[in-house]
Structures are given as C-alpha cells and as structure tokens.
C-alpha cells in the first residue's frame, strides 16, 4: 500500500508580546507558515499457517517513508515585567528563518499470533525501526496473551510487555534551523546588567537514540450477570532515552517559565536524550447494556503522570530537566466519569447524562522574572466537576429518523477556572480565572431512513 498526505498550519501576529507580573498583553510574538508532507509505502503478507504445540498464524510486515518540512519563522520578541510595569528582560528574534527538512523511516515487523487452546492465546512479536536523522537503530519485543480461565467465557485475563520507540518529530529536527533569541537583562534604574546574549539551538555530536518505553499492561473482563460486564485495568509505562534540549552552559540554572529561559549568561541547547516520563494508571469500570441503544456506564481511574523535563503545553519542547521526577501538567491522580442514556417512561424519549469528577491539573508559581517559585507543579487547580443532562425525542420525518435533543451543559454551574494567575508578589496571586458557566445545548441526529428501508 502506497499513501500520500499533506498538511499546511499558519500563525500570524504582527507585534511583540509582553508577560507581566498582572497577566500576558498584546499578541503572540510568533508568525509562523509550517508544511510537511509523507509518502508512504506498506506491505504486509500473511504466511502459511502451522501447527506446532498449537495453531500458529504468522504475519510479517515492513514499511517505509520519506517526511518532507518546511517552515518560515518571523518571531518579533516578548518583554517581562515586573508588577509595576519596570522592565526586567527582553527578548528578540534576529531575522528571520526559512528552512526545509527531510527525513527517512523504516520499519519491519514479525509477529506470531499462537493458539495453544480455545482459552489461551500468545502473541509473541518483533519490530525494527530506523531513522535516518538520528542515524538508530532500534528492537522493539513484545509479547501478549488472553486467557480465559472458565470454561464459561463470562471470565478473561489479558496482558503483555512491550517496548515502543517514539517517532522523530520534525519541529525538533528543525529548532538549530530556527531564529537566534537575543536577550537583554535590566537593572531595577532601567540600565542594561550587561551586552545581549544569544539562545541557539544544536544537535550536539554526541550520538542519539531513539525514544524508548517499556510497557507492562494486564486486563481483567468479567461478566457478572446478563448484560452486565466488570472491567480492571493495569498499566505501567517507563520511558527512557527521551528528547529534550539541555543548557550546555548552564545546565544546574534555576527552571523558568518563559518561552526561554533567560538568564545573564545566554544559552547553547543541545539535543539529548536525558528526559525520563513514568505513568502508571489502575482503572476500574462497570457497563450494562439494556435494550435498543441503551446502556450506562461508570468508571474509576487512579494514575500518575511524572517526568524530570520541564514541560509548557504551550511549548513544542523541553528546555530543562531536573534531578527528580515532577507531575506532568496533564497529571490527574485520580477521576471518576459516569454516563447513561437511558429511556423515559413516554415512548420515543430518553434522557443522556454524563457526570466528570476529577482532580484539578497541576501548575507551578514565578517570580515576575519567569523564574519558578518552589517546586515544580507543586500547585493544583480546583476539583473539577462537569454535570451535563439532556432529553432526547426521537422523530420519523417524510421516512426518515431524526433525534432532537437539548439539554444543559455544566447543570451544577461549577467554576472549573482555565488559568490562574501564578506570579508571585502580585495582588491576584493565585486567582483562579476563565470560569466555564452554565451554557445550554440543542442537537440534531440524524438515523437514516425509518425501519431501515
């Protein structure tokens, strides 16, 4: 199989941005036009079938792309400001960047999918990536079973190891390519500390690996009575031999929340492969399925999300790792998400509900600086809670079924804030914003043609 896909993203702004202790002005200092491209070719073949201490079915594989990108970078700079509006720093782009990328991926796989019974089942495999860039080599082993224990079937266990490489993504390859960041660093009377220095970007000569995981995940399905199912899940990821840029010239420096980190001595970021991500999640779910449609479900899940990176969801990468594991920005201990759609008495109605309980995202405080207060993420947002219900009529309209619904989103009109103020010294310090509301839903579905015809 051959494909071909093509994609185009574009930022503009016009003037630079400023990042005050009271909150963010002015626009965002990137403009940006972005277009990558793949050609792609798979095969992939089904051996003979054989038996040997069971029924084996072979299956190997091996694919191949070639990635085109290009980009065109016009940043303008940011300023940050102390609560008072003085200046403390300033960064500015020189000129501008147009660069163009390509890359090579390869891969191959060999999988056996073992049938030792009608209740076991082993899938042993072995995948070969390669990437032309990073210039690695990579073995991927995997290995899985499904076993069920009753001769009912109302019972199965499920599981496996892997390990995974991630993929090379081009905006990194690309970043050494990118515009040159000038910063200035002022006194409290307005007077430069010292001459501007310069943030560059590099590949490093070091060699580099591929991305690595190790996986470890076991399921647990039971049925526990007609139509009602129990669900526990296990999951364990550790990564390894991750991206990220280090500082070379100062890499113990304090973290800091700027798009980069500014100091008086400039930076030289070098690709490396020292960034390290844990999650482990335990789950637990139970469904029933009623007549038609209906059904409700209701599940639990505990997880952690920690890695030693220095991560922005607002920042394509990692700038700084640290010496121990902190929660990731997306961490959520625990949450509880419960839905049914379920009939009401009267014919042809139904009410839906979905209720989403779940502990607020992590976030870390700065000084007016961009230097972070404390430890990383060690601030939490509010538990948030979203109850949205509606009702539902199902209509026939010239042979045709249509669902009209509406209902109201967030009934409990929690706040459920989308930022927070997190510079310290300021008198909104840790002031929650951009509360969600109570806002109202109308829906149209359409079925197709009434009793199927």
Not at 76 to 97: K, N, P
Not at 99 to 126: G, N, P, V
Not at 243 to 258: E, I, M, W
């Amino acid at each position: 199989m051959i494909s071909q896909s093509r994609r185009l993203r574009r930022a503009r702004v016009c003037t630079p941005s400023r990042r005050r202790a009271k909150g963010n002005s002015g626009n965002y200092f990137l403009h940006a036009t972005q277009g990558a491209s793949r050609d792609q070719g798979i095969l992939q073949a089904y051996l003979p079938r054989f038996q040997l201490a069971g029924s084996h079915q072979p299956e190997a594989g091996a694919g191949a792309d070639l990635i085109r990108y290009n980009a065109d970078f016009r940043r303008t700079g940011y300023e940050a400001l102390d609560a008072s509006g003085q200046l403390i720093s300033q960064t500015l782009f020189l000129s501008s960047a147009v660069f163009h990328l390509r890359d090579t991926e390869a891969s191959s796989f060999l999988i056996d999918t073992w049938r030792l019974s009608k209740r076991l089942q082993l899938d042993l495999a072995i995948r070969q990536d390669w990437d032309r860039q990073i210039d690695s080599l990579a073995w991927s082993p995997r290995a899985a079973f499904s076993w069920s224990p009753l001769a009912s079937g109302r019972t199965r266990i499920s599981g496996g190891y892997s390990v995974t490489h991630d993929a090379v993504t081009m905006n990194m390859l690309g970043q050494p390519l990118d515009q040159v960041a000038v910063t200035t660093t002022y006194r409290a009377d307005g007077t430069p500390v010292g001459p501007p220095v310069a943030t560059t970007f590099a590949t490093g000569r070091e060699p580099l690996k591929l991305p690595r995981a190790g996986n470890w995940s076991v399921d647990l399905d039971r049925q526990i009575a007609t139509h009602l199912y129990l669900t526990a899940k296990y999951l364990r990821r550790r990564g390894t031999d991750e991206f990220t840029f280090l500082n070379t010239l100062a890499p113990d420096a304090p973290p800091s929340l700027l798009p980069l980190p500014s100091g008086e001595s400039g930076g030289v970021y070098q690709l490396t492969n020292l960034r390290r991500d844990d999650y482990d999640m335990e789950q637990v779910s139970i469904r029933q399925t009623l007549a038609g449609q209906f059904e409700w479900q209701a599940t639990y899940t505990h997880s952690r999300a920690l890695s030693n990176a220095v991560l922005d969801p607002n920042t394509a990468q990692s700038l700084q790792v640290l010496a121990n594991l902190v929660p990731m920005p997306w961490d959520v201990p625990n949450r509880l998400l419960a839905w049914c759609y379920l009939p009401l008495p009267r014919k042809n109605w139904a009410v839906s509900a979905l209720a989403d309980l779940r502990t607020g995202y992590p976030f870390s405080v700065r000084d007016p600086s961009g230097l972070v207060a404390g430890a990383i993420d060690s601030f939490r947002y509010p538990l948030n809670f979203d109850l949205n219900i509606a009702i539902e009529r199902m209509v026939t309209l010239r042979g045709y079924r249509f669902a009209l619904r509406g209902g109201v989103d967030n009934l409990t009109n929690q706040a459920n804030p989308t930022t927070v103020n997190n510079v310290t010294g300021t008198p909104q310090f840790l002031q929650f914003l951009g509360q969600e509301g109570r806002h109202f839903v109308v829906r149209i579905r359409f079925f197709g043609r009434a009793n199927g015809k």
